[in-house]
């Protein structure tokens, strides 16, 4: 939710007549939180509820200062602590004991071994975690995906088995391929990016042309037209792009009437003209003038608001409520990332310029991903390891665990140092967490969806990419060797998968097409 949007649910909570009183309330699945929503915790607890918060912390390993994985999650509790005791808030700490009585020996003594300094070993044989070597990444799906027929054939069903993965994106040709061949039902949970939404295309180039005006290149007036944003219709836009592209006019001969005519309706095109410099001018002269990040984001919410744009946008996703459910959910999450990110720059920024409040706002749009639901109950859940919410699986693959992969180097961000970040946060601006804190997040998320699977884990790693080059284990692979004294199995190609040989030729054509892709 946006800052205005959270705001107004406090405002809620805080009338008497509310229907959040006296509730049992449960916050689960989360480690840590933004200074709004410190806020909305704070709100529903001095509301005369009970407020349950879960979080994920050994607390005996953090304190002997074995490990820093926990650092987001201790910080967290010692935040709410804190606000409990300034508020007046009765708070208790419960320390709970994970019972694991049908996870198998080696992958609780994994889980509970994992990034510690005092390495201890398994001293039992280790049949339940598999570390594979395969020859290149599309070899390492193809392995994943036979392993998983037999596990199905074991009994188990698709939703019991997980893939965990740093990188969706550079898997997504391989996923949707050999698993869509041998009819495994996948569900990709992943952060979907709001770069090409055609409310963040409208914006992002409405704010061009506001800052620039009409220059040589028409470019950025056919894209904002084409978000079909503005109140023109598509055979209006059809004529008006055909008129403009066949007499070469330049952006900034918007301004002029269109007078060269090859049996065109002028008149209906110089309507279409005049609305297109109508709509930037207007939200020009909104925000002459100003210099602040806080003005310039009301002046832009106004507009949207004001002007029909969000009304107009969400009225446009009843059309595919029933045909597509998942992309109307993602699509309808759109609008409070925005504001999400409005809110942020104006936190962060006092003074500013328009191209710096637009230089900002694509940048921090290019960091917003939206979620997605899943279509089918019985699936295999392919999960970006970095987001995984820690639901327990009976079968789990933690794939392309290459040095420089899986785990990945955190590097600064490229606006804020971590310095910066730091001199934020000690003011109560959390823009986002600094490279230790990602990295520390990174391994912790690791050690989370190590301790959710049950019977069996498989961690792969690609001996090379679909590129050609050559990669080595990473040291989590490394880690995991020492502590349940165990080899890296390296599998050949013919051995991946026992199909039919026309078949195999097949895939292998299909092989080739991918290596000539990349």
């Known amino acids: 939710q946006s800052t205005d ?50 979080l994920d912390i050994d607390k005996e390993k953090y304190l002997n200062e074995t490990t820093e994985i926990y650092n987001t999650s201790y910080d967290t509790l010692t935040r709410l602590k804190e606000i409990c005791i300034t508020t007046g808030i009765k708070f208790e700490v419960v320390n709970l004991v994970e019972q694991k009585n049908n996870t198998k020996e ?107 005006g009409f220059t040589k290149s028409i470019d950025n007036v056919l894209t904002l037209l084409k978000t079909g944003m503005l109140d023109i219709s598509e055979e209006e836009i059809y004529l008006f792009e055909n008129y403009v592209l066949e007499f070469g006019v330049k952006g900034y001969g918007l301004q002029t009437n269109f007078e060269l005519n090859s049996n065109y309706d002028l008149d ?39 002007d029909g744009i969000i009304q107009g946008y969400e009225q446009s996703l009843n059309s595919i409520k029933d045909i597509d459910t998942n992309e109307y959910n993602k699509a309808k999450q759109v609008i409070s990332k925005i504001y999400e990110v409005m809110d942020n720059i104006s936190l962060a920024y006092e003074n500013i310029t328009l191209k710096e409040y637009l230089e900002l706002l694509e940048y921090g749009i290019k960091e917003i991903k939206v979620d997605t639901v899943p279509a089918k109950i019985d699936q ?63 391994l912790f998320n690791i050690y989370q969806t190590i301790n959710k699977v049950r019977d069996s884990l498989t961690i792969t790693v690609p001996s ?43 895939i292998s054509k299909l092989n080739e097409l991918d290596e000539n892709a990349h």
């Not at 405002?11 to 008497?16: A, E, I, P, V």
């Not at 309330?25 to 879960?54: C, H, K, P, R, W």
């Not at 987001?387 to 899986?406: F, M, P, Q, V």
């Open 5 to 54: 949007e959270m705001k107004s649910y406090i405002d809620t909570l805080k009338q008497s007549d509310t229907n959040i009183v006296n509730a049992d309330i449960f916050i689960d699945n989360y480690n840590n939180f933004s200074n709004m929503e410190y806020n909305f915790i704070q709100a529903l607890a001095t509301n005369g509820n009970d407020v349950y918060i879960t």
């Open 106 to 212: 080696d992958i609780v003594f994994l889980g509970d071994n994992i990034f510690n300094i005092s390495k201890n070993v398994f001293t039992k044989k280790a049949e339940n975690v598999k570390l594979v070597l395969t020859p290149n990444t599309y070899e390492e799906i193809k392995y994943v995906a036979g392993d998983i027929l037999r596990k199905v054939k074991q009994n188990y069903s698709y939703k019991d088995i997980a893939i965990y993965t740093n990188n969706i994106q550079m898997y997504n040709v391989f996923f949707n391929k050999i698993f869509g061949l041998y009819n495994i039902p996948i569900y990709i949970n992943e952060d979907d990016r709001i770069t090409n939404n055609r409310v963040v295309v409208y914006l992002t180039t409405l704010l061009k042309l506001v800052n620039a």
């Open 268 to 306: 209906k095109l110089n309507e279409t003209r005049q609305k297109i410099v109508n709509a930037v001018l207007k939200v020009k002269q909104d925000l002459l003038g100003l210099s602040t990040s806080q003005k310039i984001t009301e002046a832009i919410y106004n507009h949207l608001v004001t």
């Open 380 to 442: 295999v859940e392919i999960i970006d390891i970095n987001r995984s919410r820690g639901t327990e699986k009976k079968i789990a693959y933690i794939i392309g665990c290459y040095d420089g992969g899986l785990p990945t180097v955190q590097s600064e961000d490229n606006i804020f140092t971590d310095i910066e970040l730091e001199k934020l946060k000690a003011v109560g601006i959390d823009l986002r967490q600094t490279s230790e804190e990602r990295n520390n997040m990174q």
């Open 464 to 506: 090379s990419l679909s590129s050609g080059s050559s990669l080595r284990p990473s040291n989590l692979v490394q880690e995991i060797k020492k502590i349940l004294n165990i080899q890296l199995e390296s599998i050949e190609k013919e051995q991946s998968l026992n199909i039919d040989e026309s078949f195999m030729q097949f």
